[in-house]
T-cell receptor, first 113, second 110 residues
C-alpha cells in the first residue's frame, strides 16, 4: 500500500530535550516536506526536500532541522524544543513539487512542556 | 503574506443540500490547484485536482477561473459524512512551497 508513515503519533516532551520525528514514504517520491498545523493558522511548511541531499527552508524553519540521506526518509529534528513548538506536524511527499498532489502522513501531535 | 483565502465558515447545511466553497488566490503564477478534505485531527486527504476546464467526480465538481483568480468546489446532495474541513491548495511555478488556504468547515446535519 502506498503510504507516508510518521512516528511517533503522539509525543510529550520537556523543553530542551532533543527529539526526532521520523517520516518514510514507499512511493519513490522525490519531493518531501514537513508542515505544522496550528488553530487559526492553517498548514505552514517548515522544510522541504527536492531530492536526496537537497533540502530548503519553508515558511517557518526556525528551531527545526531536517536531513535527506535516503530518498524514502525525511526526519524532522528539534534540537532544543520549546513550548511554542507544541503543534500537530505532518510529513508529506509528492512525485513533483510543481504539479502533483501531496500525500500526507497521519500526523504527530507534539506537546512541549 | 496569505496568497490563498478561504471563508472559514462553518457552513451548516441539511442533508441533501448543495453547497459551494470558493477559494481566491493572489499569485497569478499559480499553476496547479487541489482540494483536500481534512477530518478533525487527521491528515489532509486529496479530494480532487482542479483543472482549467472544470472537473467532476460523483457529487463533487471543481472549477478554476483564472481571470478572476478563484477556484470553487461544489458538493451536491450533501451527506452527513461530508462534514469536514475543506482546504484549497495552490502550487506556483516560482516556488516549491505549496500555499494552503486555512480551510472551510462544513457541517451537514440531519
Amino acid at each position: 500500500e502506498a503510504q507516508v508513515t510518521q512516528n511517533p503519533r503522539y509525543l510529550i516532551t520537556v523543553t530542551g530535550k532533543k527529539l526526532t520525528v521520523t517520516c518514510s514514504q514507499n512511493m519513490n517520491h522525490e519531493y518531501m516536506s514537513w508542515y505544522r498545523q496550528d488553530p487559526g493558522l492553517g498548514l505552514r511548511q517548515i522544510y522541504y526536500s527536492m531530492n536526496v541531499e537537497v533540502t530548503d527552508k519553508g515558511d517557518v524553519p526556525e528551531g527545526y532541522k531536517v536531513s535527506r540521506k535516503e530518498k524514502r526518509n525525511f526526519p524532522l529534528i528539534l534540537e532544543s524544543p520549546s513550548p511554542n513548538q507544541t503543534s500537530l506536524y505532518f510529513c508529506a511527499s509528492s512525485r513533483s513539487a510543481l504539479s502533483s498532489p501531496l500525500h500526507f502522513g497521519n500526523g504527530t501531535r507534539l506537546t512541549v512542556t | 503574506r496569505k496568497e490563498v483565502e478561504q471563508d472559514p465558515g462553518p457552513f451548516n447545511v441539511p442533508e441533501g443540500a448543495t453547497v459551494a466553497f470558493n477559494c481566491t488566490y493572489s499569485n497569478s503564477a499559480s499553476q496547479s490547484f487541489f482540494w483536500y478534505r481534512q477530518d478533525c485531527r487527521k491528515e489532509p486527504k486529496l479530494l480532487m485536482s482542479v483543472y482549467s476546464s472544470g472537473n467532476e467526480d460523483g457529487r463533487f465538481t471543481a472549477q478554476l477561473n483564472r481571470a478572476s483568480q478563484y477556484i470553487s468546489l461544489l458538493i451536491r446532495d450533501s451527506k452527513l459524512s461530508d462534514s469536514a474541513t475543506y482546504l484549497c491548495v495552490g502550487l506556483s511555478g516560482g516556488s516549491y512551497i505549496p500555499t494552503f488556504g486555512r480551510g472551510t468547515s462544513l457541517i451537514v446535519h440531519p
